[in-house]
């Protein structure tokens, strides 16, 4: 299958006076593949807008390759540019413009046939208000009139980044078919975001960064496959013994999640020999569940950050060059 997307060591440092000198990208690979609605996770921080603006052109990179569609980027950009659909950033639109003079105005200033207006708003379940006025629109409304906009131009591949941010469940579930339709009409799909749900839901691959670089990839199915072997839940007696418990298991290399009530394990061959070393240092055990993992788990125990569905409350995951400093090694849990 041809790479649509292809980023190979992809370095970029920040450096400000303020914050010295950071490491967003440090050696990042990325492959997608055509035809896929590809997942591009992380916490806060750890690099995917840096990722995506570097691809389109608007960030210079370190070091590193990227091919957009087969092209090496960015020297190739302005061939390829017109078969890649992005919203990188929040668009802004004239409140006063219905979504057909929003569109129209952009149609005619890229060149692209009004007939096209009709087919993107059609696409983005939009038609029946294409009338009004773009400040009467619920912010999924938004959203979907911004994916239109990216859909003028009929790309091979749409970048969206984080799309489904700040929507409700029912905006959520509608971008969600949006983006399976698209796929369904042959496009290629990237698009990042925090809710994994969703992500689990919508998306045949996923590449997940953490601290500038990618910690997992592949097909969904196979990415949980590779983290369920081994998983389990356990409860203990006494929760206040979970920060204990997680300590003696760390210790004794089983992989460690903490949660506030229980602990997710990974990697344990024998149940029995959990409760026997817990069991040693007086910690009880009042359950113990084998468990198949969902994307949540899997990218909390890569990334040692816990995602809230909808919010950015990661903290900050870049590195400082040249000092220890590692802010998002602690927001999950005590293990891992
Ligand atoms: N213009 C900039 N100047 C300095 N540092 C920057 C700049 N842009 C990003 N960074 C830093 O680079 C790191 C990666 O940021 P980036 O925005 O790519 O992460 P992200 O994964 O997209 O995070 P989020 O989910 O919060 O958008 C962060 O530490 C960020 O503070």
Not at 159 to 176: Q, S
Not at 243 to 255: F, M
Not at 281 to 300: I, K, M, R
Request: proline share 5%; with cysteine; net charge neutral.
């Amino acid at each position: 299958m041809p790479a649509v997307l292809e980023i190979e060591g992809l370095r970029k440092t920040y450096k400000s006076r303020r914050r010295g000198t950071r490491n967003a990208l440090d050696g990042f690979d990325m492959r997608v593949d055509a035809g896929q609605v590809h997942g591009f996770l992380g916490p806060n921080g750890s690099g995917k807008t840096t990722t995506l603006r570097t691809l389109l052109g608007l960030i210079r990179p370190d070091g590193g390759r990227m091919a957009l569609l087969g092209h090496e980027v960015p020297d190739a950009l302005p061939a390829v540019a017109g078969q890649v659909g992005a919203i990188v950033e929040s668009p802004q639109f004239f409140p006063h413009f219905t979504a057909r003079d929003t569109l129209s105005l952009l149609a005619s200033a890229g060149g692209v046939a009004p007939i096209r207006i009709d087919e993107v708003l059609e696409l983005v379940g939009l038609r029946d208000r294409a009338g009004e006025r773009v400040k009467t629109y619920s912010l999924g409304m938004k959203q979907r009139l911004a994916v239109a906009s990216a859909l003028l131009k009929n790309p091979k591949l749409l970048i969206l980044d984080e799309p489904a941010n700040g929507l409700d469940p029912g905006g959520i579930r509608e971008m969600r078919t949006l983006m399976r339709n698209l796929a369904e009409s042959g496009m290629t799909v990237v698009l990042s975001s925090h809710i994994l749900g969703e992500i689990q839901l919508i998306c045949d691959s996923v590449t997940i960064i953490s601290l500038g670089r990618r910690v997992a990839f592949g097909p969904v199915d196979e990415v949980l496959a590779q983290h369920s072997s081994g998983a389990v839940r356990i409860r203990l007696e006494a929760v206040t013994d979970l920060p204990s418990a997680a300590d003696v298991l760390t210790r004794a290399g089983i992989r460690v999640t903490g949660h506030p009530d229980h602990l997710m394990l990974g990697g344990v061959d024998k149940p029995a020999s959990v409760t026997r070393l817990l069991a040693e240092q007086g910690l009880y055990v009042s359950e113990l569940a084998p468990v198949a993992v969902d994307l949540e788990s899997v990218f909390l125990e890569l990334t040692a950050t816990a995602p809230v569905p909808g919010q950015h409350r990661q903290v900050d995951q870049s590195t400082k060059v040249g000092g220890a400093e590692q802010s998002g090694a602690t927001g999950g849990g005590w293990g891992a």
